[in-house]
DNA sequence: GTAATACTTCAGTACAGATTTAACTATGAT
DNA sequence: ATCATAGTTAAATCTGTACTGAAGTATTAC
């Protein structure tokens, strides 16, 4: 079992493979060319990487056309990287720029939740009106709770279907504080993208908050952007 | 932080590194030299790798006399450790021996909580016991539990103080399946080795069941060793 | 059809970083 | 005081594995 262990550490332990690992934290697909772009190296070696990845299975990868696109295969994989980026030192000893921050820090997709600056926020604003309730370092939605997401236009009930966590929080790395994951922090983000409160930029790495979302995140969150 | 990241991931990444992370697994520490012995290396090289894990903050050491004594700095450590662990494809496609598995799969210390095959037993027993109560994928202790539990000879007073979470599941990667973390678990790993159920072997890889543990677990809770 | 793009495969090379050899300090045992 | 044990440090060597260059297939564009 050791040895299987060895070959996961090691795989992920390659600075190549690494910056691959990060680069698909936000949960999208990415084409074999936009890894070699990401990380700088050249499309042959990115193919050698690639291939390994995916013959570990932490990575699936899906056909169209000419291009690949690549993944996660399931979430245990994006929880690992996460878990590994948490053992980052906190030190952040005052960076140069202070307030050149890439849009990533301020709003980035854990996963498939709602992560970074706001999703933290969000989970705050949560908390303060009393639609979730922290009962011992875990979530749970209250009465009003109920109310308040049926009015936002989510479905609980859909929800609860699904297998997965209901609602979950998540310690975010970069922010260090708790924010809802599961099923309800996922559909939160489905529905801040289809009312086209934020927008998917298009390598992906970080989310944009439109006019509309600056405004309708100060009404429902006080959330100042 | 991308090359923080990268920083983490290729130090982990080591053959003879990761070794050290897995054997550090069970939360116990150990002397230099005996990491040496389970990693099978040179006492020089040993030092080499740790005084680079200790230099980023993953381990931490205590000196006591002429041994250090290493062990994980913190929790997060051994979470992300757990987390890459899951990662292991779970074919075990038939080994030679079937079942000739090592006490190490039979009852495991999850870094301090109580995990393995007793571990899931365990917290199984407590759930068809209405011990504890499984709702929406988190525990819950019920009215019957908490008496349960000071009848056991737990205080559950004194736990609430400790910060640390009070009860959460945890999925053990080895058994696949939920067991009981927190302070909670912990606390019955202690009790359970204080009344002489359970004893830390030598190397200390793995928990062994002692003849008493063996019956007082099949009155407790139903298992058979 | 031809050209361009996306990606793969293979053999040869290079180099970072692990390991070894050797000499050292510090604590504990007799 | 002497020897053994635990661990460290420094320079020399060795090696696994990533990377390069060259040549391949498959798909889309024109």
Redesign the interface.
């Known amino acids: 079992?050791?040895d299987?262990?060895?070959k996961?550490?090691?795989?992920?332990?390659?600075?190549v493979r690494?910056?691959i690992?990060?680069t698909l934290l936000d949960g999208k697909a990415f084409t074999a060319t936009e890894l070699a772009i990401a990380v700088s190296t050249s499309p042959q070696n990115i193919s050698m990487h690639l291939a390994k990845l995916l013959d570990?299975?932490?990575l699936c990868v899906e056909k169209q056309g000419r291009h690949k696109y690549y993944r996660f295969s399931n979430k245990?994989?994006a929880?690992?990287i996460e878990?590994?980026?948490?053992?980052?030192?906190p030190e952040t000893p005052q960076k140069k720029n202070p307030e050149k921050h890439s849009p990533i820090k301020n709003c980035r997709t854990c996963y498939d939740h709602l992560a970074g600056k706001i999703g933290v926020a969000v989970t705050e604003s949560l908390l303060k009106q009393n639609i979730i309730l922290d009962s011992?370092?875990?979530f749970e939605l209250s009465p009003e709770g109920v109310k308040w997401f049926s009015d936002f236009g989510i479905n609980l009930e859909d929800l609860k279907k699904q297998r997965r966590?209901?609602?979950?929080p998540c310690l975010d790395w970069?922010e260090r504080k708790n924010h809802i994951a599961g099923s309800i922090g996922a559909s939160l983000l489905d529905k801040m993208i289809a009312d086209d409160w934020l927008r998917r930029t298009k390598d992906s790495r970080a989310i944009q908050i439109t006019g509309k979302g600056e405004k309708e995140l100060f009404r429902y969150f006080k959330i100042v952007v």
């Not at 996961?8 to 600075?15: E, F, K, M, R």
């Not at 878990?83 to 030192?89: D, E, G, K, R, V």
């Not at 966590?165 to 979950?168: A, G, P, S």
């Open positions: 079992m050791e299987q262990f060895i996961i550490a090691s795989l992920i332990g390659d600075p690494a910056i690992m990060w570990a299975g932490l245990e994989v929880y690992a878990a590994m980026a948490s053992l980052i030192p011992d370092a875990k966590l209901f609602l979950k970069s």
